[in-house]
């Protein structure tokens, strides 16, 4: 089993830039795909990235592409998603999961995930 803690959000203009972590607790990270998801006020979760156990196979939603990139450092069992170019319409709670069942392909859906963080709130303005 694997704890997540997330950390990273806060308040940023449009256009700018935030960086999140997600640290896991345990000693098998590397045995789980990791994903983002996020949820808008008034809105269902949806998924945002998603990254394989090596980090060799990565996957976006539509809408970020470009502008987010998901990382992750399996030697210190941390997951980053790097945003940049943030827009009103990113404003959400941002979760980081992990998947122990796929082994080699980034899965979408969020009932996909077993272990879940509390989430860290990310607000853009203007």
């Known amino acids: 089993q694997v704890q997540l803690v997330e950390s990273g959000g806060g308040l940023v203009q449009a256009g700018g830039s935030l960086r999140l972590s997600c640290a896991a607790s345990?000693?098998?990270?590397?045995?789980?795909?990791m994903g983002w998801f996020r949820r808008a006020p008034g809105k269902w979760r949806e998924f945002v990235t998603g990254i394989s156990r090596s980090g060799a196979r990565q996957e976006y939603t539509d809408s970020v592409k470009g502008r987010f990139t998901i990382s992750r450092d399996n030697a210190n069992n941390m997951l980053y998603l790097q945003m940049n170019s943030l827009k009103a319409e990113d404003t959400a709670v941002y979760y980081c999961a992990a998947d122990p069942g796929s082994t080699w392909y980034v899965r979408t859906r969020d009932y996909d995930y077993t272990y879940w963080g509390q989430g860290t709130q990310v607000t853009v303005s203007s």
């Open positions: 345990g000693r098998t990270f590397s045995s789980y795909t």
